[in-house]
């Protein structure tokens, strides 16, 4: 279970401190939990304090008791969190059999290797033997990245706006990758997103809007809310055309 005790993240601008998160308390221990909320919020900067990107200005993060708050990324990543960014970096020299295997930890066959890729979608023979570099569009590397994670299998998947750069038709399919790890995870998935069928999947949502938790609980309680404001409304209608 991650917990998350009074964290703030304070940066300074040129002119003044800018309080991106303020007082967030949160326990994230449900199976698959959507974080939404507007533009700018803070949603990203979350995230990546969990994964140990950020470090936060005050408060505590707890992984099932032990404080992590001190820790680097790769310590974190050691501990069982996993994080897949919105903007999946590119990296040249190695192949994408290479990264599914480093991630996994262990020396997997081709066939282990490709049964990852196919998880998500890619025709696996055109992609394993493919180095991880410009050639590769956007929605590709997407799902190279979230294959990564499936192959790493740690107890806290974190996965900021999976849907961005992915066209329509595939966004049928990475909702069943979603699906499909649900029934597998051993562990949880914390996921950003804007799009109301992701958050239609979650057992519980948070809302983070100008730095704070707006609203938290089931699926069942926020999202009809949710989809009953407007504003709220509107930021996901924009994200799904
Ligand atoms: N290092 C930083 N310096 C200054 N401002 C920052 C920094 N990091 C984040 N911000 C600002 O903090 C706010 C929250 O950013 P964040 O990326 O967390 O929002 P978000 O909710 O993920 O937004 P989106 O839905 O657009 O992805 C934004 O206004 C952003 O410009």
Redesign the pocket.
């Known amino acids: 279970m991650l917990e998350l005790k009074d964290i703030s993240f304070q940066?300074n601008?040129e002119t003044a401190d800018?309080e991106?998160l303020k007082n967030i308390n949160l326990k994230i221990e449900d199976r698959f939990v959507a974080i939404t909320?507007?533009?700018?919020?803070?949603?990203?900067?979350?995230a990546?304090l969990i994964a140990g990107i950020?470090t936060p200005t005050s408060g505590q993060i707890l992984l099932d008791g032990e404080d992590i708050t001190g820790l680097s990324i790769t310590e974190r990543a050691r501990k069982g969190i996993s994080f897949a960014f919105?903007q999946p970096v590119r990296f040249k020299g190695l192949t994408v059999k290479d990264l599914i295997t480093l991630a996994s930890g262990k020396d997997i066959s081709i066939s282990q290797a490709c049964s990852y890729l196919s998880e998500v979608g890619l025709c696996a023979k055109d992609y394993i033997g493919r180095e991880v570099n410009d050639s590769l569009s956007g929605g590709e590397l997407k799902r190279i990245e979230i294959a990564m994670i499936i192959a790493r299998g740690t107890k806290l998947s974190i996965f900021?706006?999976p849907e961005a750069g992915i066209d329509l038709w595939s966004f049928n399919n990475l909702i069943q990758v979603f699906e499909n790890m649900y029934q597998k995870i051993n562990g949880s998935i914390l996921i950003?997103s804007?799009q109301e069928r992701i958050l239609n999947i979650a057992d519980r949502i948070i809302v983070?809007a100008d730095?704070e938790v707006s609203a938290a609980g089931s699926r069942e309680e926020v999202l009809p809310k949710l989809l009953g404001s407007s504003e709220a409304c509107s930021t996901l209608m924009e994200k799904l055309v």
């Open positions: 940066v601008d800018k991106i909320g507007p533009n700018g919020g803070g949603k990203s900067t979350l990546k950020v919105q900021d706006e950003i804007h983070i730095g």
